[in-house]
């Protein structure tokens, strides 16, 4: 059963435009969320978090966007360049000090 | 510098072998966490630990064992009870549990031949 889900596994987008990550989650208690970029055979590195008081987060071009009644969350990246590509995760923090991690989705940029 | 260093990177192991692998952190962080990637999944808890002599089963901890000794170190054993142990095993830290970033080490993947 998952939780927290981002259903497009991958996606292409032309270097300097936005790129724009999904990710679903079913319980409306989850209340912190976190994105993380990972590239091939190396640990995920912490991108951006929204806790559920807010509806939107910004660090330089990054944005996670959240909408609390629809259980979902969006990360964009503008501009997108060639090194954002890698495979993005969300967390959804589900109390009982864990988080639970959706499946990931493989961005690639196009030069 | 401070980090987390996982060790070693590639790991093969024989089918009925015992294999740690190894965990450290600088971060002087209390928390700890194992996780295990799988192709097309997410990343899924295997143990955690909040505090020095402390851990506590996560999601898929059958067939593994742990031990918080140190704060710094946070050893996973994949035993043979493990049934599909070829994975990626990702470790994690800290600063507590809850709402905090979670720190991740490089990785290691165990092959077992």
């Known amino acids: 059963d998952q939780q927290v889900k981002q259903n497009s596994p991958s996606l292409s987008v032309q270097e300097g435009r936005i790129s724009i990550l999904n990710c679903d989650y079913t319980?409306?208690?989850?209340?912190?969320f976190l994105w993380y970029k990972k590239y091939p055979a190396e640990g995920p590195t912490f991108l951006i978090s929204?806790?559920?008081?807010?509806d939107k987060n910004e660090d330089g071009r990054f944005t996670v966007f959240l909408n609390k009644s629809a259980k979902h969350l969006s990360l964009h990246i503008v501009p997108s360049q060639p090194g954002d590509s890698a495979v993005y995760f969300c967390?959804?923090?589900?109390?009982?000090?864990?988080?639970?991690f959706g499946t990931g989705t493989r961005l690639k940029v196009l030069a | 510098d401070g980090g987390i260093t996982q060790s070693p990177k590639y790991l093969f192991r024989k089918e009925g072998q015992n294999v740690t692998l190894s965990c450290e952190q600088n971060?002087?962080?209390?928390?700890m966490y194992w996780y295990r990637q799988d192709p097309g999944q997410g990343l899924r808890l295997i143990y955690y630990?909040?505090?020095?002599?402390?851990?506590q089963k996560g999601d898929i901890a059958e067939g593994y064992s742990v031990s918080r000794e140190k704060k710094e170190s946070f050893p996973l054993t994949v035993t043979s009870a493990q049934k599909n142990p070829t994975a990626f095993y990702l470790c994690?830290?800290?600063?507590?549990?809850?709402?905090?970033?979670?720190?991740f080490g490089p990785g290691t993947r165990l092959t077992v031949l």
């Open positions: 994690a830290s800290s600063i507590g549990t809850g709402y905090n970033e979670q720190f």
């Open positions: 971060l002087n962080h209390d928390a």
């Open positions: 319980n409306s208690m989850f209340d912190y």
């Open positions: 929204i806790s559920s008081i807010k």
């Open positions: 630990s909040q505090i020095v002599n402390d851990f």
């Open positions: 967390a959804a923090y589900s109390g009982t000090y864990k988080y639970i």
